[in-house]
């Protein structure tokens, strides 16, 4: 990506919606940065049960809800939110509407979030999982969501085309479904409970819709936008992309029970997840069949984005396997099953981001990144961090998963047996934070650096405060 | 996808059936699960939890237990549950129906609790749990903010941990439980399904020969001899 290649895309729908649209990539990658340190906490105490877990804010339960709430809260949606409003105002041709809004909601998104994860550490998690945010502050969250969604629906209906295109499909999707998921899970799980296992149940739609629903197609909005635009052809099969997109939508709520395998729960809800789960596989064929121009192609963003493609087939591969009640009994309560989701939702949704963040921010800002070679490190430190993490924690759980299979090996044994190769997956959150670290300072900079060139309508050294130049825009 | 409606009614009605079809359906079988009653012994299964092991299963999920802890016994060819002594039969929505939050949990770092208190061959008494819970163990984390370090005044407290070796508190001082630590040790010991109901005993293998019809009727004999 050459300076002169940005400079000269740069629209008004961009120099408008900077601001607000900074304001969540840079919340995006402040949780990013958090995130890690909490993996790292949560992953050393694996393997050493005492570090920190005297704290009461740390213990290990603790620290892997902050650390999973910190990332899918904090990180995914941020970043999926930014670039969805920004793919969606670019579509439209018209700048964004209702961008006070955006930016209201997003500092009540990540204020509810804040309190949130301090709630978590004080002992107020719900105890499910993707849905620990204690309940005092969910409805907030709701309300900051639908805030910040308003100026994508906006963009959407006011598009001065009347067709619409695969990343319109997705980003609208996800902003529309997730406040329906959010209530109707907080209705029946926080505010009136449902009784014994079904809070289970409920759980399991949950956290499979925010992925299948959510976080999914945010990140599939951002590939299908980046790809052609880099590679400068016409997607390839493109006729299947509908078919692709509404089985995502119809089919991937229904995956969830898959966890739930042999459990104290109705019989057909795995098995309705096994047959999803494999009629999902259309769903990912046809997204690499569209997208598979990406493999191979040039460019930094659209390297990130072919690596979290794969990563995304991948994963709805090993779903589908791993759903078999024959396979899902071994790996079933198993480092494996992180090492899926590590996969999915760090492999897959996260780097896509990252490709869409790459190929954004020089059009937000009207200038290349601060530097060229923190972007390559970047990539370079997460592929092999990622790569890392998933092979140990993929190890772990094979040697776990055999040595829980056999009654006479004992919980001692198997924490010895699997403690080489947490420590790799603890290694391996070092290495992801390291490189996270390199994106959140080449971002400041870059952001730093477009402050001071427009020094005249945002005041020098201050990013974060769009408040005021919100108002500098709307006059 | 250009009508708008369309496609929000699509997107609606996708929702609306995933919700229809996993939360109501499974609300309607097992929603009005009421308890079993045994006339042998004239008394109903599950047993409601005594209030201190309610508030307990409150600490255990606020501190996170679920994230190393299951506490679902799977059916007898699944895994080594049964195996390892973690519940002679498997766990049964029933068995949760007077649970505040059940905590199923989705990961083993640690053994499964279901049944703690019933463990075969020998179940962990209180003082176990709490030194446990106070000292941790190579495989434990510690939860010393759970406990209280304080000057004996008077008589010493008849809940006051008995410990030994490095951990002797210093002379004059005793380590004692908050009420969190009682309530969950409580929760803890009062972890035992043990009660066998219609739906919890296996299916019987269907036989090799292709006599299949037959194949029902011991299970139907069984539930006809508990009642």
């Known amino acids: 990506m050459t300076p002169a290649s940005s400079n000269a895309e740069v629209t008004a729908v961009d120099t408008q919606a900077r601001w607000p649209l900074l304001l969540l990539l840079g919340g995006a990658i402040k949780w990013l940065v958090i995130a890690g340190v909490l993996s790292l906490i949560a992953s050393i105490q694996l393997h050493s049960p005492a570090f920190m877990s005297h704290w009461p804010a740390f213990t290990p339960g603790r620290t892997a809800a902050m650390a999973e709430t910190a990332f899918v809260y904090g990180w995914a949606f941020n970043a999926g939110l930014g670039l969805a409003l920004w793919i969606l105002g670019r579509l439209g041709g018209e700048p964004l509407r209702a961008l006070n809004w955006v930016v209201v909601g997003t500092f009540a998104w990540n204020i509810g979030l804040t309190l949130g994860l301090v709630g978590i550490a004080l002992g107020d998690a719900t105890s499910f999982s993707l849905l620990q945010l204690p309940g005092y502050v969910q409805p907030a969250m709701l309300v900051a969501y639908g805030a910040i969604a308003v100026a994508g629906i906006l963009a959407w209906s006011g598009r001065r085309t009347d067709s619409t295109f695969a990343s319109h499909w997705y980003a609208v999707a996800a902003l529309f479904l997730f406040p329906w998921l959010l209530s109707a899970a907080q209705a029946t799980l926080i505010w009136t409970p449902v009784r014994g296992v079904l809070q289970a149940v409920v759980a399991g739609w949950y956290a499979q819709g925010v992925w299948s629903l959510c976080l999914a197609p945010l990140a599939l909005a951002v590939a299908y936008y980046v790809v052609p635009k880099v590679t400068g052809r016409a997607l390839p099969a493109y006729e299947f992309a509908p078919l692709g997109f509404w089985s995502l939508i119809v089919i991937g709520a229904w995956t969830g029970a898959r966890h739930l395998t042999g459990g104290p729960v109705p019989a057909w809800l795995p098995t309705l997840a096994i047959a999803a789960c494999s009629l999902l596989l259309f769903h990912t064929s046809i997204v690499l069949l569209n997208l598979r121009g990406a493999i191979g192609g040039a460019g930094n963003s659209v390297a990130f984005i072919a690596w979290g493609l794969l990563a995304y087939t991948a994963g709805g591969l090993l779903d589908a396997i791993t759903s078999f009640r024959s396979i899902a009994s071994f790996t079933q309560f198993t480092h494996l099953v992180t090492a899926q989701q590590q996969l999915a939702i760090y492999g897959g949704v996260s780097m896509i981001l990252f490709g869409g963040i790459y190929f954004a921010l020089p059009r937000l800002t009207g200038r290349p990144w601060a530097s060229a070679g923190f972007v390559s490190a970047h990539r370079v430190t997460l592929l092999i961090g990622l790569a890392l993490l998933l092979v140990s924690l993929a190890a772990a759980g094979w040697v776990q998963a055999n040595d829980l299979n056999h009654k006479d090996v004992t919980f001692a044994a198997m924490a010895a047996d699997t403690r080489p190769w947490l420590l790799g997956a603890s290694g391996a959150q070092l290495i992801l934070l390291t490189a996270n670290l390199l994106l959140a300072v080449n971002f400041c900079r870059s952001v730093c650096a477009c402050c001071c060139c427009c020094a005249e309508s945002a005041p020098v050294g201050s990013p974060f405060r769009p408040a005021a130049t919100m108002e500098a825009h709307a006059s | 996808m ?186 803890l010991l009062s972890l035992n399904n043990t009660y066998d109901y219609p739906e919890s005993r296996p299916l019987p293998k269907a036989p090799a020969k292709p006599d299949g019809a037959h194949g029902a009727a011991p299970t139907a004999k069984k539930e006809g001899e508990k009642k």
């Open chain 2, 2 to 187: 250009k009508n708008g409606f369309v496609f929000f009614a699509g997107l609606f009605g996708s929702i609306a059936l995933s919700w229809g079809g996993l939360v109501l359906g499974s609300h309607k079988q097992l929603g009005g699960l009421a308890p079993f009653f045994d006339e042998g012994d004239s008394t109903s299964y599950p047993n409601r939890p005594p209030g201190v092991a309610a508030r307990g299963q409150l600490v255990y999920a606020d501190l996170g237990c679920a994230s190393c802890h299951t506490q679902q016994v799977r059916r007898p060819d699944v895994g080594a549950d049964q195996a390892r002594g973690w519940g002679e039969r498997q766990s049964v929505a029933r068995d949760y129906i007077f649970q505040l939050r059940p905590q199923l949990g989705a990961s083993r770092i640690g053994p499964d609790l279901t049944n703690l208190a019933g463990r075969k061959p020998s179940a962990p008494d209180a003082d176990d749990l709490m030194k446990l819970l106070y000292a941790g163990s190579e495989l434990h984390p510690a939860y010393g903010f759970l406990f209280e370090n304080r000057p004996i005044v008077g008589e010493r407290s008849a809940v006051a941990l008995k410990l030994t070796g490095a951990l002797t508190p210093a002379p004059g001082r005793e380590i004692v439980p908050t009420e969190r630590a009682q309530s969950l040790v409580a929760y």
